[in-house]
C-alpha cells in the first residue's frame, strides 16, 4: 500500500537543544527522548546502526536485500540513508535494484518545533507493478503528487487499475510492519507519539485504521462521510459529468478520495488541508470515520 | 485492572452524548457503581469535554478526543485525551455558589463541577496529548 | 432534547425531556426566551423527564430565572431526579431560585 503525505517545509525550532549526545546524557536517563538532529551528529558508523532500525529486515530481505549490509546478491548498495550532520531530517529509501524507478520503500522522518517527530513521507511501492506517471505532466512537469498539477490521462489510468489519488504504483501490503517497526524505533528514541499530516483522505483512512487519532480535522473526516452518503451535499455532485465524479465513487474509500482530489470539496466551499494526524505510540485510537468502509 | 476500555470521537457538541451513553453503557453494571456514581462520572466527562470542545480545539477544525476507561475493582479512572490548547486550570474562577443572583456570573460551573464529581483530578500536557485523569472511587458491596 | 409547553391558570410550564448539555441548552434558552418576550414570565421548569443535566443547562437557567425577574415574573423548577437535584445544589442554584419536586406545588406557588 502507498501512502503519500504533504512534503513538509522546514519547521521553525524554537526550543533549543543539544546537538549532541553524550555518554553521560546517555548513562543519566534512559526516557530522555532524542531527536533526529541529536541523532544525525552521532558518528557515521553509530548512526548507520541506529538507522539500521528504521525498516523491517523481512522487507529487504524479501527483495533479496542484506539487513545489514544493505547489499544486494552483487554486493550493490540498494539502500540509501541520508541523515546529514546538523540536519533535523532523516531519509531512507530502499529499490529493489540499481534503477532507481524501481524504489520499494522511502521514509523521512524530521524533528518538530515542539521536540516532537513527524513523518513526513512515507512510500511503499511495489516495483512489479505497472507505474503510471501521475507525477509528471505530458511535459516532464512535476505535479507533487497530482497536488501541484495534474495528468489527468495517467491518473484516470491509475484509478481504473485501483490505485489511490497520489499512487504511481500500487502498495506493498505492508503498510502495518513499516509502522510497527517505525513505533519500536521511535520508542527507542524515547518518543511517546509522532504525527503526519496525511495527502489524500485514502490515506487518512488507511491511517485510522492503523490506530491514528486527529491534532486536526476529525470533524472534517466525519462531514466528509456524511456528505458522501447518499443524498448528502457532496453526494449529489458526483453526477458522473466526468471520470473522477462518478456516481459509484461514493461507495469506497479510494473513489471517494479521487472526488476529493478532483476538487468535490470546493462545491462545500472546503479544502483538503489542514488535516493532522497524530499516533500514540504502542496505543490504538480506534477512529472510524467511515465506517465498515471499502477501501 | 478488571478491564479498560476505549473511544475515540471528533470534538464536537455532538460527540457528548456519545460518550455520557459511553460510560453508562460500561460502568453502569460493575459492581459499586450506584447511579449516583454513574451520574458523577457522566457529569465530569461531559463537563470535560466540553471544555475541550470549546477551548482546546478553538480556533481549528477539531481533532479528536479519546477517552480512556479503567475499571478497577475499588475505583474506575477515566483519562481524556486531546491534541490542541492545554488548559489552563489556574485561570478558571471558582464560582460563588453562595452568591446572590445579582452577582452570578453564568459561567465557570464547569471545572468545579467536575472537582465536585470526581475523587481525583489529574491534567498532564505530555507529547502524546493533553490528559485530564479523572478517578472515582467506588463504594464497596460489604460496606467498608 | 424535547420541549413542551402548557399553561396552568397563571403559570406557563415548559416540560423539557431528554439531555440539557452543551449542545442542547441553546435550544432550551430559545423557548424559555420566547416565552418571556411574548409576556409569560410566570414559568415552570419541569425538568423530571431529563435524564442529565450539565452546568450547560444550569447556565440556561440561570439566564432565565434573570430574564424572567427582571420582566416581574419568576422561573421556578420541578425536579425529582436525583443527578439533575445534584447538579441543582451543588451550584446552589437552590439559594436563588425555588425548586419543587411537582408540579402542583411549583404550580400553586405562583399563587393565583
Keep these: 500500500m502507498l501512502k503519500y503525505f504533504r512534503i513538509k517545509q522546514e519547521p521553525e525550532k524554537v526550543v533549543p537543544d543539544l546537538g549532541a549526545i553524550s555518554i553521560s546524557l546517555l548513562e543519566r536517563d534512559a526516557t530522555l527522548p532524542f531527536t533526529i538532529r541529536q541523532l544525525n551528529n552521532l558518528p557515521e558508523n553509530v548512526k548507520q546502526r541506529m538507522y539500521r532500525g528504521l525498516i523491517p529486515p523481512a522487507l529487504l530481505t524479501r527483495f533479496g536485500i542484506d539487513p545489514i549490509q544493505w547489499t544486494n546478491a552483487s554486493k550493490e548498495q540498494m539502500v540509501s540513508l541520508k541523515a546529514e550532520e546538523n540536519s533535523e531530517k532523516v531519509l531512507l529509501t530502499a529499490q529493489s535494484s540499481p534503477n532507481v524507478s524501481d524504489e520499494f520503500f522511502a521514509l523521512e522522518l524530521a524533528d518538530n518545533s515542539l521536540n516532537g517527530i513527524e513523518l513526513n513521507l512515507i512510500v511503499l511501492n511495489d516495483p512489479a507493478t505497472p507505474r503510471y506517471s501521475i507525477d509528471q505532466t505530458e511535459d516532464g512537469a512535476p505535479t507533487m503528487f497530482g497536488t501541484l498539477k495534474r495528468n489527468l490521462r495517467a491518473e484516470e489510468a491509475a484509478m481504473q487499475a485501483g490505485l489511490a489519488p497520489g499512487q504511481v504504483r500500487a502498495g506493498l501490503g505492508s503498510s502495518r510492519v513499516v509502522l510497527e517497526q517505525l513505533e519500536a524505533f521511535l520508542s527507542m528514541l524515547g518518543h511517546r507519539a509522532y504525527f503526519l499530516e496525511p495527502l489524500t483522505y485514502a490515506s487518512a483512512w488507511v491511517f485510522e485504521r492503523r490506530g491514528f487519532a486527529y491534532v486536526r480535522g476529525h470533524k472534517l473526516m466525519d462531514d466528509i462521510h456524511r456528505e458522501f452518503q447518499p443524498g448528502g451535499k457532496l453526494y449529489q455532485y458526483l453526477d458522473d459529468r466526468s471520470p473522477f465524479r462518478k456516481r459509484n465513487q461514493a461507495s469506497t474509500v479510494r473513489g471517494c478520495a479521487w472526488a476529493i482530489h478532483d476538487g468535490i470539496l470546493e462545491t462545500l466551499d472546503l479544502r483538503w488541508d489542514n488535516i493532522r494526524m497524530v499516533k500514540q505510540i504502542g496505543r490504538h485510537a480506534g477512529v472510524e470515520t467511515f465506517s465498515q468502509g471499502t477501501y | 485492572m478488571i478491564s479498560t476500555h476505549r473511544m475515540t470521537r471528533a470534538a464536537y457538541l455532538e460527540s457528548l452524548e456519545v460518550f455520557r451513553g459511553f460510560i453508562k453503557e460500561r460502568c453502569a453494571a460493575v459492581p459499586g457503581v450506584t447511579d449516583e456514581i454513574l451520574y458523577d462520572m457522566q457529569l465530569a466527562v461531559d463537563e470535560a469535554c466540553t471544555n475541550i470542545i470549546s477551548h482546546g480545539y478553538a480556533g481549528m477544525d477539531p481533532g479528536s478526543i479519546i477517552l480512556d476507561l479503567n475499571i478497577d475493582s475499588d475505583k474506575i479512572t477515566i483519562s481524556l485525551t486531546d491534541f490542541g490548547h492545554a488548559f489552563e486550570p489556574s485561570s478558571t474562577p471558582i464560582p460563588d455558589v453562595d452568591a446572590p443572583i445579582e452577582e452570578r456570573e453564568l459561567g465557570g460551573f464547569g471545572l468545579f463541577f467536575i472537582q465536585q464529581s470526581m475523587d481525583e483530578i489529574d491534567y498532564q500536557v505530555t507529547e502524546d496529548g493533553n490528559k485530564m485523569i479523572l478517578t472515582k472511587f467506588l463504594r464497596k458491596l460489604d460496606g467498608g | ?112
Design chain 3, 1 to 112: 432534547m424535547k420541549t413542551e409547553v402548557q399553561q396552568e391558570n397563571n403559570t406557563t410550564i415548559v416540560k423539557v425531556t431528554g439531555s440539557v448539555d452543551a449542545l442542547t441548552a441553546a435550544d432550551l434558552s430559545k423557548v424559555l426566551t420566547t416565552q418571556i418576550t411574548d409576556g409569560r414570565t410566570n414559568l415552570v421548569v419541569d425538568l423530571t423527564g431529563v435524564e442529565f443535566m450539565s452546568s450547560a443547562g444550569l447556565r440556561t437557567l440561570l439566564g432565565a430565572v434573570k430574564e424572567a425577574r427582571s420582566n416581574g415574573g419568576d422561573l421556578r423548577i420541578i425536579s425529582t431526579n436525583p443527578g439533575v437535584d445534584k447538579v441543582l445544589k451543588m451550584s446552589g442554584f437552590n439559594n436563588i431560585a425555588k425548586v419543587f419536586p411537582s408540579q402542583a406545588e411549583a404550580v400553586s406557588s405562583f399563587g393565583s
